[in-house]
């Protein structure tokens, strides 16, 4: 889908991701802002300020800021928010400015009981979601920014849309055909559909088909430099499987986008197992969230779509992770219910083959293998293939033995480019 039809010079707000100024926002007055001199808010002391770029421009007390107008900063003490039943950010230097909320860190000071940080977000909505400080100790932190408010990197911090949400041209956060369009940011945001993918709950934790006749002969860990042969094997069986691809783990993704283009291209299901391989229960919730977040956008640039199945590194989950996958919109963990333990060296090639021979085939098995092996790729692989055969066994994606539509594997579909600057691991 592709936004050839929007004009932009009948979209001047919406491409500046601004809302509209009218006359009830216009007069929509900040609770008990006015009046109110310049002083330090009450409440808890405020944190240090960010030091923000020159150019900036200051604004006073009760004056729109931020997203409202043009980018401009709370002058010192000040706090921009939301304060009250209004469409627009206002300075100020009450509650309702400074505190839990609405407070918006990234043009102006915010009490410190007015940060949530990552882990404490929540992606139901997207108007009440996060704000924070910006201190100066969490170096190349990436954090998300509100609805509708700036996002790219600002004062050394990288903040990315709420779930959902795209990254405009000129860095703005929301959901029109000008921010999800043209110049859409795929670093900040989703990119290429106004209607995103929002949380269905946890991903659900599979270990096993359910469609009758079928298996799910899925591959881990790449890609790597096998992964292009071992798609080659699969179609010349006729055969379909699963890649549940990391980021950057024996090698980085971006090498091997031709392979992955091939695999998607003949109709093999690409999901995601994280960018690094992550023990996923043991790290920081940023970190967690950037586990999916980078591996959606690597794939977004090379196959145009990021996935909605994933694997956890080790099968290694728990509540959160869960819960965090389904915020980003994952709607699958999946497990299997067959370990070929081709990774293991001190295993013969005879021992992994009788893996599949010695199935019990009244179960609709989903089996774990990793393409990273060339063993596994030149020896195991074509024997799995000819024992399917063999067996009248068909072969299919996690997606078809589950009896999803390929439509439901993917999420945030839409135009993207083929390639975007700065691709790396
Ligand atoms: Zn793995």
Avoid at 23 to 37: D, H, I, Q, R
Avoid at 164 to 172: D, K, R
Avoid at 203 to 212: D, G, H, M, P, W
Avoid at 224 to 233: D, R, V
């Amino acid at each position: 889908m592709r936004y050839a039809h929007l004009d932009f010079a009948a979209l001047p707000s919406a491409i500046a991701g601004q809302r509209p100024i009218t006359a009830a926002s216009v007069n929509a007055k900040p609770n008990g802002a006015l009046g109110v001199t310049l002083k330090p808010p009450a409440g808890p002391p405020l944190p240090k300020r960010p030091s923000f770029p020159s150019g900036t421009v200051y604004v006073g007390n009760n004056k729109k800021c931020g997203p409202s107008n043009n980018g401009a900063v709370c002058s010192a003490n000040l706090c921009c928010a939301y304060p009250l039943n209004t469409a627009d950010h206002y300075c100020g230097s009450t509650a309702k400015h400074c505190g839990v909320g609405r407070c918006n860190g990234q043009f102006g000071s915010c009490w410190a009981n007015g940060t949530v940080t990552a882990t404490a977000t929540t992606r139901t909505t997207t108007k009440t979601t996060t704000k924070t400080t910006t201190t100066s100790s969490a170096p190349a932190a990436t954090r998300t920014a509100v609805s509708g408010d700036k996002c790219g990197v600002i004062s050394g911090i990288t903040w990315k849309c709420p779930i959902g949400e795209c990254c405009s041209q000129y860095n703005y956060c929301g959901t029109t055909t000008a921010h999800c369009g043209t110049g859409c940011r795929t670093s900040f945001g989703q990119c290429g559909t106004s209607s995103p993918p929002t949380s269905s709950g946890p991903a659900k934790v599979i270990e096993r088909c359910t469609q009758a006749g079928t298996m799910a002969v899925t591959f881990d860990d790449g890609p790597f430099e096998y992964t292009q042969s071992l798609i080659n094997q699969f179609n010349a069986a006729g055969f379909k499987t699963t890649l549940f691809v990391n980021g950057n783990n024996w090698g980085c993704i971006y090498s091997y986008a031709s392979a992955l283009r091939s695999a998607f291209q003949s109709g093999h299901q690409i999901a995601s197992h994280t960018w690094s391989h992550s023990h996923l229960p043991e790290i920081s919730q940023s970190t967690l969230e950037s586990e999916f977040t980078k591996v959606d956008a690597a794939l977004k640039n090379i196959i145009g779509r990021s996935p909605t199945y994933f694997r956890p590194p080790f099968g290694e989950s728990n509540s959160n992770v869960l819960a965090t996958a389904g915020n980003f919109g994952y709607t699958k963990s999946i497990l299997w219910s067959v370990d070929s333990f081709d990774y293991e060296e001190g295993r013969s090639m005879a021992q992994k083959q009788a893996t599949y021979e010695n199935l019990d085939r009244s179960i609709k098995h989903i089996a774990l293998n990793h393409d990273v092996h060339e063993t596994t790729v030149t020896q195991l692989v074509p024997y799995i293939l000819k024992w399917a055969k063999d067996n009248g066994v068909k072969l299919v994606t996690v997606g078809e033995c589950l009896g999803e539509a390929s439509s439901k594997w993917y999420k945030d579909v839409g135009s993207f480019p083929a390639s975007s600057p700065n691709l790396s691991c």
